[in-house]
């Protein structure tokens, strides 16, 4: 938020022809009577009408000013000169938008390097940045500026558009593949390296201990040197595609074990496809625990 302490040094610096600034979205006694001292026996909080938009600026005629005089029994013999009000604005500093983008970020141990920004005046507001309107620096390559995007709300009802050059950094552990890791196969310690890096925060999360991984398998093949997202490593199948697997059959209290082969794999609580050897034939069952597979109600060999 621009500092409210900047209002009171703008109307110090008011010499004549240049316009009132006003803070709000009304124009008060207590603005007017910086440039026509007959309005400050008024109460200053009295709303005597519009401030203009950012920007841009509204005179008040000499006429219009003794229309409001007379209107709360203002009586004075001086001539009404007119009176240029405009709304309060100043540019943001790089320490104060710095602070703001910190808070916004939220991300304890981050680095934020703020190197350019929207430089216009503005209006007293409160700053707005949400995390998903800051663009990611290519994979990696955390060094590389991204913009930005905000916004000033000011007045409850309207906003300005802002934006910041920053350069967003953190040191963390990752866990690296040493080698090509194939989709699907399990993870063992010699596939793995334990290192810290420097990162864009808001990168996908990498896994950060070997314990997260070894044992483990992936949804996805990962080259030698990357580091391994936490959202590609998956619980290993209990049953992989061809493997040898007891069936038991249940049909109320009556049941029958037997072996089969998986046509498909999976894990705990996944349905796959077994073939019976004795016949060739294929059926579903539900996988139990490793190596174990159930048929219940209706399920035949």
């Known amino acids: 938020m621009i500092g409210s302490l900047l209002i009171p040094a703008i109307m110090l610096a008011i010499v004549g022809g240049r316009c009132v600034p006003v803070s ?3 124009i008060r006694a207590g603005d007017l ?3 026509q001292p007959l309005f400050s026996s008024l109460d200053p909080d009295l709303p005597l009408g519009f401030t203009p938009l950012p920007g841009t600026r509204r005179v008040l005629s000499g006429r219009e000013i003794s ?3 007379n209107r709360y029994g203002l009586e004075s013999n001086e001539a009404r000169a007119s009176i240029c009000v405009e709304r309060a604005s100043a540019p943001v500093s790089a320490g104060e938008l710095k602070a703001v983008l910190e808070a916004a970020l939220g991300i304890y141990g981050a680095h934020l390097e703020l190197l350019d920004f929207s ?3 503005l209006p007293l507001g409160r700053f707005e940045f949400q995390t998903n309107e800051l663009s990611a620096p290519p994979a990696g390559k955390p060094e590389i ?4 995007r ?3 709300l000011y007045d409850g009802l309207h906003s300005v558009a802002i934006w910041a050059k920053v350069r967003i950094s953190m040191e963390r552990a990752v866990i690296i593949a040493t080698q090509n890791i194939a989709a699907g196969s399990e993870i063992r310690l010699e596939q793995i390296q334990a290192i810290r890096r420097t990162e864009f925060p808001l990168a996908p999360t990498a ?3 070997p314990d997260k991984v070894i044992g483990k398998t992936l949804s996805r093949s990962i080259r030698a040197g990357q580091p391994i997202p936490a959202a590609a490593v998956v619980e290993p199948n209990e049953i992989a595609k061809g493997d040898k697997v007891q069936v038991r059959v249940m049909d109320g209290s009556a049941h029958i074990i037997f072996d089969a082969l998986a046509v498909s794999g999976g894990r705990k609580g996944d349905t796959i496809s077994l ?3 004795a016949n060739g034939r294929t059926f579903r069952g539900v996988i139990a625990e490793k190596g174990k597979a159930i048929v219940r109600l209706g399920g035949s060999a």
């Open 33 to 35: 009577a910086y440039a």
């Open 67 to 69: 229309v409001l005089a």
């Open 150 to 152: 905000g916004r000033l």
């Open 207 to 209: 896994v950060d201990t």
């Open 119 to 121: 430089r216009q005046p």
């Open 24 to 26: 709000t979205d009304r």
């Open 145 to 148: 500026p991204v913009i930005w």
């Open 275 to 277: 073939r019976n050897p």
